[in-house]
């Protein structure tokens, strides 16, 4: 079993950045990807960004490319997100993945392991 732990969160206004990390413990495998996910009032979870086990690969949603860095410490299994130029339109409890297999994947039904969130709500 893993867990998985978010934070960072917070209040920020619209063009600010915030840092969300997700620090692993339990079992958690260096060789896992980790993706980050989030989901608005009323709204599907969606993909956000991921890293597959190396940190060699990365993906990211449309709406957020050249904004936010999905990064990963192996060391420490850990995962950051770094969130640039925010807008409202980002307002969301943000989730830390993990999946048990090197390459990562774009859909949550393919993680074994979640946080339990984080909020991140951006203002006009």
């Known amino acids: 079993q893993v867990q998985l732990v978010e934070s960072g969160g917070g209040l920020v206004q619209a063009g600010g950045s915030l840092r969300l990390s997700c620090a692993a413990s339990?079992?958690?495998?260096?060789?896992?990807?980790m993706g980050w996910f989030r989901q608005a009032p009323g709204e599907e979870r969606e993909f956000v960004a991921t890293i597959n086990w190396d940190g060699s690969r990365t993906n990211y949603i449309n709406s957020v490319k050249g904004r936010f860095t999905i990064s990963r410490d192996s060391a420490k299994n850990t995962v950051f997100l770094q969130m640039n130029s925010l807008k409202p339109e980002d307002t969301a409890v943000y989730y830390c993945?993990?999946?048990?297999?090197?390459?990562?994947?774009?859909?949550?039904?393919?993680?074994?392991?979640w946080g339990q969130g984080t909020q991140v709500t951006v203002s006009s």
């Open positions: 339990g079992r958690p495998s260096s060789s896992y990807a």
């Open positions: 993945a993990s999946r048990k297999y090197a390459r990562s994947s774009n859909y949550a039904y393919d993680y074994d392991y």
